[in-house]
C-alpha cells in the first residue's frame, strides 16, 4: 500500500483540482467521497481507478478491492479533499463513464435543473423507480459536482447517465415510439389523466422557470401535478418522484 504524506505530493495536487468542474471535465475523472460512494463504486468496479484513505480510518474487511490501488494519506491531506463538515476520510478516484443505451424504455430527461441536491434526488429516485437511463440537458449543474453526487447516493454507478441536446432526444424517442411527456403548470393535462405502457420519458425542469417552452412544444402530452394546498409549486424533484412512480407502475 502506497502512503503518501506531503500534500505538495503532485498526485495530492491532481487529486485537489478534482474539486473543480474544470479540472474533472479535462481528465474525465471525478472523486468521490464516504464511505458508501467508496463502497458503490468498488462493488460496480469499472469505473474506480484508485482508493484514498486517511491512516486514520480502518477499512471495512468486507470490502474486495481487486486489483485497484489504495493510497494511504495523512489526516491533513485527507481532510484537504473533502467538502463536508465532517470528513469521513475515504474518497475514490472515479473514471466518467460515457454509457450507451440500448433498448431502454423509461427516460428521466432532466432541463436546466441547477440545484446540486436537487439533480442528485432526481438521479436517485430515477434508479429507485427502476427508470432506464437519465439524460441531463445544458444548463444544468455538472452531474459529478461534490453535492450532486452525495445526494445521488451511489445511483451515478447503477444506470445510463448522459448529458446530451435534450431536442435530439425527444426527436430520437419519438421516432421509436416512446411518448414524451413534459410538465408544465399552463396548457397541460392532471398527470392522473394520462395511462402510460410499458414505455414513456419524463421531462421536468428548472427551479424557477420550468420546462423551456421549445422543448414543450415538442412533446407528446404536458403533465401537472395538482396543488390541493396554499404552496405555489412543488419541489422539482419530489414532482420528479410523483410523476416517476405513476407513470411506471
Known amino acids: ?11 495530492v495536487k491532481q487529486w485537489k483540482k478534482l474539486l473543480t468542474k474544470k479540472e474533472r471535465d479535462k481528465s474525465g ?11 458503490e463504486a468498488l462493488i460496480q468496479g469499472e469505473q474506480i481507478l484508485e482508493v484514498i484513505v486517511s491512516e486514520k480510518v480502518g477499512l471495512p474487511p468486507r470490502w474486495d478491492f ?19 463538515e465532517a470528513p469521513q476520510g475515504i474518497y475514490a478516484i472515479c473514471h466518467q463513464a460515457n454509457p450507451e443505451v440500448r433498448d431502454a424504455k423509461t427516460f428521466l430527461l432532466i432541463d436546466a435543473v441547477q440545484d446540486p441536491g436537487n439533480l442528485g434526488t432526481m438521479i436517485r429516485t430515477a434508479d429507485a423507480a427502476g ?17 450532486v453526487l452525495r445526494s445521488a447516493q451511489g445511483s451515478h454507478f447503477h444506470l445510463p447517465i448522459i448529458r446530451g441536446d435534450l431536442h435530439e432526444w425527444i426527436n430520437k424517442l419519438l421516432e421509436k415510439n416512446i411518448p414524451v411527456y413534459g410538465t408544465a403548470l399552463e396548457g397541460a393535462s392532471a398527470y ?3 395511462s402510460s405502457g410499458d414505455s414513456f420519458a419524463l ?8 420546462v ?10 404536458n403533465l401537472y401535478i ?10 422539482v424533484a419530489v414532482a420528479t418522484g410523483i410523476l416517476l412512480y405513476y407513470l411506471k407502475k
Open 1 to 11: 500500500m502506497k502512503h503518501i504524506e506531503s500534500v505538495n505530493n503532485p498526485k
Open 29 to 39: 475523472t471525478f472523486l468521490i467521497e464516504g464511505f458508501h460512494l467508496v463502497e
Open 66 to 84: 481487486g486489483g485497484t490501488p489504495v493510497i494511504l494519506v495523512t489526516e491533513e491531506i485527507s481532510n484537504s479533499l473533502s467538502e463536508t
Open 131 to 147: 427508470i432506464d437511463a437519465v439524460v441531463v440537458g445544458r444548463g444544468s449543474v455538472d452531474l459529478f459536482n461534490s453535492k
Open 192 to 194: 392522473t389523466d394520462i
Open 203 to 210: 421531462i421536468v425542469g428548472n427551479e424557477g422557470n420550468g
Open 212 to 221: 423551456g417552452k421549445d422543448i414543450l412544444s415538442s412533446t407528446t402530452a
Open 226 to 235: 395538482p396543488i390541493y394546498g396554499k404552496s405555489e409549486s412543488l419541489n
